[in-house]
């Protein structure tokens, strides 16, 4: 059973059509690249599978549950780190972590062992007691992720989960990523970073558009172009920006 | 130096003008909505417009009239003083007050512009004039001197042109200085909420002194008496002439410490308080002294530059340090979430997030110091006034209408987190959609939520009411809770439907417009208040008026608290559908888009 399954999924904004009926498989046990330019329609694919937009048209299972039909099932088997960090400026990290237990049924000796372990991963445990207000970008990060694994979740939605993170914490959250796969578990995540991509996703789609223009797994997509081509080359491909040149912008030169 | 004006210029007014526009994602009912909150900000313009030509009128009659004829001047000095006093305060106030009202802006973009700082801060000097008090100024006295030159003595109307030149460069110093040393103060979040919270109590406490003070009737009628005694001791004699008492000199026009044109002593400060300074510039050009006017000007010019001048180094310094965080103050990792009873896990984190949410706004705060300090000072009043305070023959004592009244006004302190109790959250409302939390389960906690803050804010009041003027039946005292209840089962489920339908961006951290709720919405609470205490206080009186049974006023309006409980249920799953179909429609305008 994939983790998630989309069929002719869509979502317009009156005469917009964000996503255009696509049909996402991402197998169960996958870190799954979703890749697209800026607007090509990532977030809201997210948002719809996630159960913050409702999609106009299509359907969906999430680990094999219709998230339209019974949202709250399908939200105790995911975490999810969206685009806008989504938290309580004024809630501490530690209170932030415990709302999201409580409101997950976790006891408070779980949810202490739980917030203990992820604060002292993403080095926040001097800040735990600290509004989320008067974090930087980077600890909200970090205890946006760290809400989203707290209930260990089957599923986790990444929205650019590298964007803002130092050097140490991103190695610390790939080899997190990397051992939550091995798990058996299932990762959704879009990067602007193709590196970071190609060297952690073993499956890529690739949306622009509003249309999903590739799906498979690294192999399978570079099988079907010329051999050595990176992810970032075989993406230019497929959204049609390899070999286009902007304005020459020549009045730099002056 | 005039692009970079153009330039700062027109990024206020496209700000302005953005700021009206709605976003393309929003549905018809938020776009209903929206509208009608631009209503205010388009009307108060249009009403500016008039009111700034009407102020050029006024100065170019009073410019006109002052140079014919010295029969104005006394008046024109009484109203240039009043007003000037006005704006003084409004300049050094208002920045302070709009710091309390939201965050400082970010000074990081400017200070990345290819603009010297000198200009971004003349540029800032310049923008007080947009402010409305500044602006009424500015057209006021540049046409006092117009009318003036109009009659044609060209000499004084250029003394009144740069005396209002004088004032107005003062001023917008002065509003410059006070703008940048409250965003100094308030760019560290902690220490400005401090601030907020001091200054506000003390401007409500301050409102409510003179009520107060009045009452202390001993001290009036000592006073009376004293005065009595002396009149007694030097004879009957007409008030406007008296005598035994040597008449002050005549005073030099323009002279402090002695007697004005217009009959008032002022005090020796006076030659160095700049607003009046620009009066004794119009007094003395009035008096065709125009040659005496040139030393308070000369001052007035003196002040203008000094406060600009400090208040451009204060401006640089912020500039230099546009950015401050509040210190990340270590604590437990581990957060204590209790749980709340009768609700399952998901209801009861909602509800108690909700609460320390509440309570670490400044508007919390207040909201929970405020009520009980109003029923202690209306029951001091009573005290020493009772019959001022309530009509004669009511049959319900004093301490239990103010016990309703303090519960009732411990519920309209409640609108932020009532009647937007949705995108109040902000960005939190995502975490809340994301969580496994049914429609059910937010409507109930946040209606459990609010029960907390509001049983905590009435129970102080009533404490404080019980405290103050206690007696009578302890039946009635008992018929307060039960009224409140009633309120409370009609406002919470009609605060989540309003809340669902008339979103509107807040930040519960902020005072002011920017922390309330929709102003439909407002209004809509204020009603749900009265339809849920109206019956209960009719009932009540009912019973006591005819019946004179204080314990069928306690059934009766126990037995209204359990019609309005019946009535919130089909109410609670009206809120869960229309929560259920505005959900994008919230997240969206929580987080401002």
């Given amino acids: ?254 | 130096m005039i692009r970079y004006f153009r330039a700062l210029a027109s990024l206020r007014w496209h700000l302005a003008v953005n700021s009206l526009r709605p976003s393309r994602k929003r549905d018809a009912m938020e776009r209903a909505s929206r509208a009608f909150q631009v209503l205010g900000p388009i009307l108060a313009f249009l009403l500016f417009v008039p009111a700034i030509l009407l102020m050029g009128a006024l100065g170019l009659s009073g410019g006109w009239s002052l140079a014919t004829s010295e029969r104005f001047l006394a008046t024109a000095l009484v109203v240039l003083r009043t007003f000037l006093v006005f704006e003084f305060v409004l300049t050094i106030l208002a920045p302070l007050l709009r710091a309390t009202q939201g965050a400082p802006p970010n000074l990081t973009r400017f200070l990345l512009l290819p603009v010297p700082a000198r200009f971004l801060y003349l540029g800032e000097a310049l923008s007080g004039l947009g402010d409305p008090w500044l602006a009424l100024l500015a057209s006021g006295t540049l046409c006092l001197a117009l009318g003036w030159m109009m009659t044609g003595g060209v000499v004084p109307a250029l003394l009144l042109l740069a005396a209002a030149a004088a004032i107005l460069g003062f001023l917008t110093g002065l509003g410059a200085l006070s703008s940048s040393f409250t965003h100094l103060v308030f760019r560290d979040r902690r220490r400005g909420e401090a601030i907020s919270l001091v200054l506000l109590i003390t401007i409500a406490a301050g409102g409510m002194l003179p009520g107060l003070l009045s009452t202390f009737e001993p001290l009036r009628t000592r006073t009376r008496d004293v005065k009595a005694g002396v009149e007694k001791r030097e004879g009957q004699r007409p008030e406007s002439a008296p005598q035994g008492v040597p008449k002050p000199p005549a005073p030099a026009p323009g002279r402090p410490g002695r007697m004005e044109r217009d009959g008032r002593a002022l005090p020796a400060w006076a030659a160095a308080y700049p607003p009046e300074l620009y009066v004794r510039c119009v007094a003395l050009a009035s008096g065709r002294r125009g040659g005496s006017a040139l030393l308070p000007l000369a001052l007035l010019a003196a002040w203008a530059v000094a406060t600009h001048g400090i208040a451009s180094r204060i401006y640089r310094r912020l500039l230099e340090t546009p950015e401050i965080q509040s210190s990340r103050r270590g604590g437990r990792s581990f957060a204590l979430w209790g749980r709340v009873p009768g609700l399952g896990p998901a209801a009861s984190a909602v509800a108690t997030a909700q609460v320390k949410l509440i309570f670490r706004t400044v508007q919390g705060k207040i909201a929970l110091c405020l009520p009980p300090l109003v029923v202690l000072v209306m029951g001091t009043l009573w005290i020493r006034r009772p019959g001022e305070m309530m009509p004669a023959g009511l049959p319900v004592p004093f301490g239990v209408i103010l016990a309703f009244a303090g519960v009732a006004f411990a519920f309209m302190t409640l609108e932020a987190s009532t009647l937007n109790q949705f995108a109040m959250d902000r960005s939190g409302l995502t975490l809340e959609f994301l969580a496994p939390v049914s429609d059910r389960d937010l409507i109930r906690g946040k209606a459990a939520g609010g029960a907390i803050l509001a049983a905590i804010r009435a129970l102080l009041c009533y404490l404080a009411a019980l405290i103050i003027a206690p007696g009578g039946s302890p039946l009635l005292w008992l018929a307060v809770p039960a009224g409140g209840a009633a309120v409370f089962f009609l406002l919470a489920p009609c605060g989540a439907i309003i809340s669902a339908l008339l979103p509107k961006t807040m930040d519960v951290g902020r005072i002011g417009m920017a922390g309330k709720p929709h102003p439909v919405a407002s209004f809509l609470g204020m009603l749900c208040i009265v339809a849920g205490a109206g019956p209960a206080v009719a009932l009540a009186l009912g019973a006591l008026m005819f019946l004179e049974s204080p314990a069928l006023a306690l059934l009766l309006v126990a037995g209204w608290a359990a019609v309005a409980a019946a009535l919130s249920l089909p109410l609670f799953r009206l809120a869960e559908s229309l929560l259920a179909r505005r959900r994008e429609n919230l997240a969206l305008v929580a987080q401002g888009r």
Avoid at chain 1, 54 to 65: D, E, F, N, S
Avoid at chain 1, 127 to 141: F, I
Avoid at chain 1, 192 to 215: F, Y
Avoid at chain 1, 221 to 234: D, N, P, V, W
Wanted: hydrophobic fraction near 45%; charge should be neutral; charged fraction near 25%.
């Fill in chain 1, 1 to 254: 059973m994939p983790a998630i399954e989309t069929l002719r999924l869509k979502r317009t904004f009156g005469d917009l059509v964000a996503v255009d009926e696509i049909n996402l498989a991402v197998p169960t046990g996958s870190l799954y690249g979703f890749l697209g330019p800026n607007g090509a329609g990532k977030s809201t694919t997210i948002k719809c599978l996630t159960g913050l937009l409702r999609p106009t048209a299509g359907t969906m299972k999430i680990l094999g549950i219709d998230p339209v039909a019974d949202p709250v099932a399908v939200k105790r088997r995911v975490g999810v780190v969206p685009e806008d960090l989504a938290l309580f400026d004024r809630l501490t990290g530690a209170e932030t972590l415990a709302f999201i237990g409580q409101v997950h049924g976790l006891d408070r000796k779980t949810i202490r062992h739980r917030s203990d372990e992820l604060l002292d991963l993403m080095d926040l445990r001097m800040a735990a007691g600290a509004l989320v207000a008067d974090y930087s970008h980077g600890m909200r990060k970090k205890i946006s992720l760290a809400v989203a694994l707290l209930p260990a979740p089957h599923l986790l939605f990444l929205d650019e989960p590298f964007e803002g993170i130092d050097a140490i914490a991103s190695r610390q959250i790939k080899d997190l990523l990397h051992s939550f796969v091995k798990r058996g578990r299932t990762i959704f995540l879009t990067s602007h970073i193709l590196e970071i991509v190609e060297r952690l996703s073993d499956h890529v789609g690739v949306i622009h558009k509003g249309k999903l223009v590739a799906q498979g797994s690294l192999e399978s997509l570079r099988s079907g172009t010329e051999a050595g081509k990176t992810l970032e080359e075989i993406f230019l491909d497929l959204v049609g920006a390899a070999g286009t040149e902007g304005p020459a912008l020549e009045w730099l030169a002056g």
